[in-house]
């Protein structure tokens, strides 16, 4: 079976944009990809398991590349990616919208990026005291 | 202190009440606190966690795998590929704390036909306006001043204006007192993840406050597993529950899992329609006309994300302030709704550089929604693992529903002044001019490539006088165990067509007062 740590790690490669900010922030981005995964129901979390593998798997069969998603070089892997997407399969087409989901989630909501896409929330609700963050336990200490 | 968290239990726990309540969302809280303060001894039962207003995060990133159940993604399938994914709240108040707030009391004709359909004899609207009337008065509903409508609030109203379409205005249960001014300016990513400001009256900030005030108990992380039963006569009546103590992702642990025993007088089960069926199931309680998990209706929706040319900036506002309305007889209303970065990010229909040049973009996007009203039910079927086996089927009809959807709302965004539309299909991402609208239905999409969401599952343990029709009977108690009640979503007989919070807490606020009658 892959390793969703690594399955996703070469993933972050393809899905993520090139800026200055993108290496500092992939361990994070990372972690916090991998916490989204770990909540996904049981039979979900299965099949993805199932997935990744045969993904990573296909890679080997794939003419520009010739060895598994995880172990091609980064433009490799967007290359791989963008043709299975050419491929149209339905359920293909849901595992990669899921697993750049994540990814993208995890990237887009580290607030190291918002000053990059214009976002912000107001100094004045952060006077107030009402948003902090350091209260909520991200970690998952499940099985 | 009458709050306790896994943290705080190292061995078995036994307790003992009166009412025991699975869940502390809009019907549990609600239930809990209404028979509390009648003198009741009530114990909540609560899978999730305690999160209070102070500890509300604006990192979506800690906030979603902690409030929500599977982090917001629990995907529903059913037949030729269509999936829909569903959200629901997993803390002390359940979705409420997570909702948008909007406040709708079910139309009247929708009550005049559960009433005639189920026998449901008080369900005309003056039989309900006295429920209706003490959950808006607690909750403290009122529409949303324009003065914290968000900008493209303003662009909905104007294109709807220029397409002659009707909107309304959205009522919420706010509370426009100190700190409200800062939240609701900038409410739309905050709201989902909870109100940091209690501006927003979720179940948590006030039916649980005041069940706890009254004196009732709550266990968090703690999932009830089973309903406990005994024999009387040939029916059986309810006398408590049992269950694991849970982590933050709702499983016990790889060593020595705790378990809890609560013997009660009765059982208020309020886990909402997906979980309140699957809990039914594993305690063997299913009903012989075989209704429990049937009916299952989840005003599946649909969003658009348009850019304007001027910034927006969407998030300064309230979540919601207006609705079109137009088209709610054809069972489709349109709607507003801004989403944090992340979350916008998820829902992108591409990645790499063409995602990142449209989330440069993020000050200019707006992001609208249809809901439709389905005309068929799925089921949440019994299941072994510890989640339940969901199925929905879209079927043509609900199909051509939302595909005309997804037309009149890219209609609404060119008539608003959007410049590019990123759609929710598969195989047509984008559309930059009105006359591409038609392009929409000629695709002919299969329901395999609309992206589907809700967060409204109601109806799997329906409300009826009929034996054979319903699951629980107008009084909401089960129809073979005595002493087990029924008050969430799942009692519903139908959709409600609008967002269906405030019917869930007038009807349990029904059943709680019935109850009330009862002697145990
Ligand atoms: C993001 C979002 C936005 C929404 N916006 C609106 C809106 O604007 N207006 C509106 O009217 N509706 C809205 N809704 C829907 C509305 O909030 C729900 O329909 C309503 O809260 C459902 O009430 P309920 O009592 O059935 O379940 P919930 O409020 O979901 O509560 C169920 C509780 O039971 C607990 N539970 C479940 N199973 C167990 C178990 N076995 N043991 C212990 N505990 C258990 C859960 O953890 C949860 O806390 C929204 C929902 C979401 C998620």
């Known amino acids: 079976m892959s390793n969703p740590e690594k399955f996703l790690q070469a993933f972050m490669g393809v899905v993520l944009p090139k800026i200055p900010e993108q290496e500092a922030m992939a ?20 099949v993805l398991r199932a997935a990744m593998t045969l993904f990573d798997l296909g890679g080997i069969g794939y003419r520009c590349g010739g060895r598994p998603f995880t172990r091609m070089n980064v433009d490799q892997r967007q290359r791989y990616v963008a043709w299975i997407q050419r491929l149209q399969i339905g359920p293909l087409l849901d595992f990669i919208k899921l697993m750049s989901g994540l990814l993208m989630f995890a990237f887009y909501q580290d607030p190291r990026l918002w000053p990059r896409i214009g976002y912000a929330i107001d100094a004045d609700i952060i006077k107030q005291g009402v948003v902090r963050d350091e209260h909520l336990d991200p970690r998952t200490d499940s099985q | 202190m009458n709050i306790w968290t896994p943290e705080q239990i190292h061995s078995e726990v036994r307790e003992q009440c009166d009412v025991c309540v699975v869940g502390t969302g809009a019907g549990g809280a609600v239930s809990g606190a209404i028979l509390a303060q009648a003198g ?35 995907p529903i399938a059913g037949r030729r590929g269509s999936r829909v994914i569903f959200s629901e709240g997993r803390c002390v108040g359940g979705s409420t704390v997570l909702n948008a707030g909007i406040c709708y009391r079910t139309p009247r004709h929708v009550l005049e036909q559960w009433q005639t359909q189920e026998g449901l004899k008080d369900f005309g609207p003056e039989g309900l306006d006295p429920y209706f009337q003490q959950v808006e008065q607690r909750i403290s509903v009122q529409e949303v001043p324009r003065a914290f409508w968000s900008r493209d609030t303003f662009l909905l109203e104007e294109g709807a204006k220029r397409l002659g379409w009707h909107t309304t205005p959205i009522k919420r249960n706010i509370r426009l007192e100190e700190g409200a001014a800062s939240c609701l300016s900038q409410c739309s ?7 940091p ?6 179940a948590l900030i006030t039916y649980m406050e005041d069940a706890l005030a009254a004196g009732a108990r709550l266990y968090t992380g703690a999932r009830a597993e089973s309903v406990l039963t005994e024999p009387l006569k040939n029916r059986r009546q309810a006398r408590g529950v049992q269950g694991w103590i849970v982590d933050r992702n709702g499983k016990t642990g790889k060593r020595a899992p705790i378990p809890f025993h609560v013997q009660a007088k009765a059982v208020v089960l309020a886990g909402g329609a997906i979980q309140t069926p699957h809990l039914l199931f594993r305690s ?19 969003k658009i994300i348009g850019l304007f040319d001027e910034p927006i900036e969407a998030w300064r506002g309230s979540i919601q302030g207006l609705q079109v309305d137009q088209f709610a007889d054809e069972g489709c209303t349109f709607f507003i709704t801004f989403l944090p970065p ?6 992108l229909p591409m990645h790499g550089e063409p995602a990142y040049e ?5 000050r200019h996007l707006a992001h609208w929604g249809v809901l439709i009203e389905d005309t068929h039910s799925g089921a949440v079927l019994p299941a072994r693992g510890p989640d339940p086996n969901i199925r929905y089927d879209i079927t043509p009809a609900d199909r051509e529903r939302i595909l005309t959807g997804i037309e009149r709302l890219a209609t609404l965004f060119f008539s608003a002044g959007a410049r590019r539309l990123l759609l929710p299909l598969k195989r047509l991402h984008e559309i930059r001019q009105p006359e591409e609208v038609r392009k929409i239905k000629g695709l002919d999409p299969p329901v395999s490539d609309i992206d589907l969401f809700t967060v409204h599952a109601m109806g799997t343990c329906r409300m009826s006088a009929s034996v054979a029709r319903g699951v629980v009977n107008p009084s909401q108690e089960h129809f073979e165990v005595d002493r087990l009640f029924i008050s969430d979503a799942s009692v519903f007989p139908g959709p409600t067509r609008v967002n269906p919070m405030l019917t869930i807490m007038a009807l349990a606020t029904r059943a709680a007062t019935n109850l009330l009658q009862r002697t145990f």
């Open chain 1, 27 to 46: 361990q994070q981005t990372l972690a916090s990809a991998l916490v989204m995964l770990g909540a996904l129901p049981v039979r979900l979390h299965r």
């Open chain 2, 40 to 74: 009741l001894d009530v114990l909540f039962l609560e899978e999730g966690p305690m999160v209070k207003t102070e500890a509300f995060s604006s990192d979506a990133r800690r906030s979603i795998p902690t409030l929500y159940r599977h982090s917001g993604i629990t």
């Open chain 2, 189 to 195: 990513t905050l709201c989902t993840q909870g109100c």
């Open chain 2, 197 to 202: 400001t209690a501006t927003k009256q979720s």
């Open chain 2, 284 to 302: 063997g309680l299913s009903t012989r006309n075989g209704q429990v998990g049937q009916n299952l209706y989840l005003h599946p929706n649909t």
């Open chain 2, 342 to 347: 992340g979350i916008m990010a998820f829902g």
């Open chain 2, 358 to 362: 449209v989330m440069q973009q993020y």
